[in-house]
């Protein structure tokens, strides 16, 4: 569905009201985010399902708002992808047909879908093309009226923001050594030494460029498997289908890089099932239980709501990846990239304590 036919579909189902109310919360990104001037803005989303169609509504919002804007915008929305699906053809032939220089969002309850002849990986394709894009995926977990806490994390102070972040981001990049503690039980050595960190601060203004909204993190891949000890997850946890808000925490036992025991209770057996769905699909299944980042969750506005997008960016939260970092440093190649939240970390940098 493109424009004319996506704004009906939000009016049919009672959505058009919410999308309006949340676009006046979103005008705020396209400066500092995207520094927008007259460029084209083609917005992706897809209609989720009953009672969770937050990527359709955030989508129909930020149409909204770059109308408002007076920008030259384009909506579309496509049936729900997961992992193999294809992205609809008129989802393709408008990415084909975008010149150059422009602006992409993407809202997804799942994934995007495979973008056919363009390419197997957007974020290349986009690099390519010279494109600026933002996306929010795996939104389908989310209760339609709780989008409120999406728009709250990303109607952030952006400069300040991101001034926290490169300070961060400068500390991790320097550090051989990063030490975690939590309360709960967590107590991880992960080895950085010559690997670059990464500010996911919502600075998106370079051509070819594009990341989160939410912003709010600051990550590393590690080196190698420089990764041992154990990390208690309290906060939520990613499947390869869904988010889980974590009630029994899930333990992990980590030696060289590799996650060898999990133990906990429903938490621990999805997560377990996951990983064992994961390599036995996998090219490489050597690495579906590798330790694959440590990430840092800054932002001040963001909660723990069960959407990964969100979670990892909450202020008071580390987290680490399982599976793939290739696409943002690594050297690991896996199906998956399953991310795990917990609370309360206290982190020393090569022996010294990091204040946030």
């Known amino acids: 569905m493109e424009t004319l036919e996506s704004l009906k579909w939000l009016k049919e189902r009672n959505l058009y009201e919410l999308a309006s109310k949340v676009s006046f919360s979103l005008k705020k990104i396209f400066t500092p985010c995207l520094a927008v001037k007259d460029e084209k803005v083609l917005i992706v989303g897809d209609v989720g399902y009953e009672n969770r169609n937050v990527a359709a509504v955030l989508s129909g919002a ?134 670059k960190a990464i500010a996911a601060d919502g600075n998106y203004t370079l051509p070819g460029t594009g990341g989160n ?61 996951a990983l064992k769905w994961a390599a036995s699909v996998a090219k490489n299944p050597g690495n579906v239980r590798r330790i694959c980042e440590l990430g840092i969750g800054l932002n001040p506005q963001a909660s723990i709501i069960g959407a990964m997008i969100v979670d990892d960016k909450t202020f008071g939260t580390a987290h680490i990846g399982i599976g793939s970092n290739y696409w943002f440093g690594g050297s690991i190649y896996a199906i998956i990239h399953l991310d795990q939240v917990f609370k309360n970390p206290t982190i020393y940098l090569d022996g010294e304590l990091l204040k946030i």
């Open 213 to 273: 909204l939410p912003a709010g993190e600051v990550y590393a891949p590690p080196n190698g498997k420089g990764v041992n000890g154990k990390v208690v997850i309290d906060g939520s946890s990613r499947t390869h289908e869904h988010t889980i808000l974590i009630r029994e925490p899930i333990k992990l036992t980590i030696e060289n890089g590799n996650i060898v025991d999990i133990q906990g209770h429903e938490e621990a057996k999805q997560l377990e099932a």
């Open 62 to 195: 930020y149409y909204l708002a770059a109308e408002h804007l007076k920008l030259d915008a384009k909506l579309i929305l496509q049936n729900v992808k997961s992992r193999g699906d294809v992205s609809d053809d008129n989802v393709v032939r408008s990415l084909s047909e975008l010149k150059g220089g422009n602006i992409i969002i993407l809202n997804m309850s799942d994934k995007l879908g495979n973008i056919q002849e363009l390419g197997k990986s957007f974020r290349k394709w986009v690099a390519k093309k010279n494109h600026r894009f933002v996306s929010a995926m795996s939104l389908g977990d989310l209760a339609t009226s709780n989008i409120d806490l999406i728009t709250k994390a990303i109607d952030v102070n952006y400069k300040p923001l991101q001034a926290q972040h490169e300070k961060i981001r400068q500390k991790l990049e320097n550090t051989k050594e990063i030490h975690i503690t939590t309360p709960a039980g967590t107590d991880l050595h992960y080895d950085k030494s010559g690997i």
